[in-house]
T-cell receptor, first 116, second 114 residues
Framework: AQSVTQLGSHVSVSEGALVLLRCNYS??????LFWYVQYPNQGLQLLLK??????LVKGINGFEAEFKKSETSFHLTKPSAHMSDAAEYFC??????????????FGTGTKLQVIP | EAQVTQNPRYLITVTGKKLTVTCSQN?????MSWYRQDPGLGLRQIYY???????DKGDVPEGYKVSRKEKRNFPLILESPSPNQTSLYFC?????????????FGPGTRLTVT
């Protein structure tokens, strides 16, 4: 069984401030973890993924996330928010190579607002 | 251009009238999936397909059917739609392989059942 919890359905930051979006996961096997972004009226786009290589993962648009097994977390960060970062962000987990790897479970999403 | 397409993008229908939402990908991906997105619930997987003629249930399959007769197409069928199936639907595809779990999403289909 697997699940994802995203803390905070809405997060507001000032332009230029640190972005921190929280994701905690639960998985009975070593997981693969993903962050996706959804801009208004669009589909989801992959930001970054963790697949058991480096624990600090860098993605597109200056985002990065760190896999912390001891905390079962995969928080998304960006040092300086841009107005264009305003979107909804989804964390997702899959069982990885241990089987059933194509079953992906998504979190409920966090809407990021960037204040000028 | 590599893409996943869905049709229609918007659909308003009445309870009980069978409908099909088409999904097609041009990336030769083996894996395809359908999700529904509802406010506060995120994305929930309806069905997925590992390859042609291989499909399996996701987390919320009730009221839906799928088929995978060709690699590129994965239609979602609602035999008798009900108002609780009003939602935003996404189709996604991804290549097979241990390090290729990235999914490519279509633009979405907004379905309203009255």
């Amino acid at each position: 069984a697997q699940s994802v919890t995203q803390l905070g359905s809405h997060v507001s930051v000032s332009e230029g401030a640190l972005v921190l979006l929280r994701c905690n996961y639960s998985s009975s096997v070593p997981p693969y973890l993903f962050w996706y972004v959804q801009y208004p009226n669009q589909g989801l786009q992959l930001l970054l993924k963790y697949t058991s290589a480096a624990t600090l993962v860098k993605g597109i648009n200056g985002f990065e996330a760190e896999f912390k097994k001891s905390e079962t977390s995969f928080h998304l960060t960006k040092p300086s928010a841009h107005m264009s970062d305003a979107a909804e962000y989804f964390c997702a987990v899959s069982p990885g190579l241990s089987g059933g790897y194509q079953k992906v479970t998504f979190g409920t999403g966090t809407k990021l607002q960037v204040i000028p | 251009e590599a893409q996943v397409t869905q049709n229609p993008r918007y659909l308003i229908t009445v309870t009980g009238k069978k409908l099909t939402v088409t999904c097609s990908q041009n990336m030769n991906h083996e894996y395809m999936s359908w999700y529904r997105q509802d406010p506060g619930l995120g994305l929930r997987q309806i069905y997925y397909s590992m390859n042609v003629e291989v499909t399996d249930k996701g987390d919320v399959p009730e009221g839906y059917k799928v088929s995978r007769k060709e690699k590129r197409n994965f239609p979602l069928i609602l035999e008798s739609p009900s108002p609780n199936q009003t939602s935003l639907y996404f189709c996604a595809s991804s290549p097979s392989g241990p390090y290729s779990y990235e999914q490519y999403f279509g633009p979405g289909t907004r379905l309203t059942v009255t």
